[in-house]
């Protein structure tokens, strides 16, 4: 039984078409399309300036898909969404200074210093940074006086990471295998 692909404004089902596409880890990246499986209803999707390792399947309904954007104008808006964004924020941040005299810090400050206060115990599953800049499942093997962490990534490869390169393992995704927290991380 052959399917035919949905009808999405912007998205041309072809081999060669350009898409953004959202890896497992919720970040969006310019890619191609590189196979069609009608069959299954998806396709083979290679993400720009990765290896194709990393290339994934994904279902052509999926909202892990979006039409190409080139990126100047998406800079462009997002330029102008920022600046909008931080007028409202010094505006916010200066109000709750005025409601507590005395106060220099926001509470977004305060709670990235206690996030980075949180001590690790060896054998906590955590997210931990790769050399890619990607985070991935990792065990803490141990706590050094200077405040790095051993971790070892589910792989087997064992690295020294500061703290503010560790995330907390979401809580659903404790305890279980690899293809399962990637699975997870798919649908967060």
Not at 58 to 84: A, Q
Not at 89 to 109: I, N, Q, V, W, Y
Request: charged share 35%; aromatic share 10%; net charge neutral.
């Amino acid at each position: 039984m052959s399917k035919k692909p949905p009808n999405r404004p912007g998205i041309a089902f072809e081999v060669g078409a350009r898409v953004e596409a959202r890896d497992y880890l919720q970040k969006w990246y310019p890619s191609r399309i590189e196979k069609l499986d009608y069959e299954e209803g998806k396709m083979l999707v290679h993400f720009d300036r990765w290896s194709h390792r990393y290339d994934e399947w994904i279902f052509w309904d999926s909202n892990r898909l979006r039409p190409f954007e080139r990126p100047v104008l998406r800079k462009e808006g997002l330029k102008e969404e920022e600046e909008e964004q931080s007028e409202s924020l010094s505006e916010m941040r200066a109000s709750r200074l005025r409601e507590h005299p005395g106060c220099t810090a926001s509470t977004e400050d305060q709670t990235e210093l206690q996030q980075s206060k949180q001590v690790l115990r060896s054998g906590e599953e955590v997210l931990a940074r790769w050399t890619d800049c990607r985070y991935y499942p990792a065990k803490v093997e141990s706590v050094s006086k200077e405040g790095t962490y051993t971790v070892q990534f589910y792989d087997g490869v064992i690295r020294c990471v500061k703290r503010m390169h560790i995330k907390s393992m979401p809580e659903d995704a404790k305890g279980q295998k690899v293809t399962c927290i990637r699975a997870l991380l798919n649908f967060m």
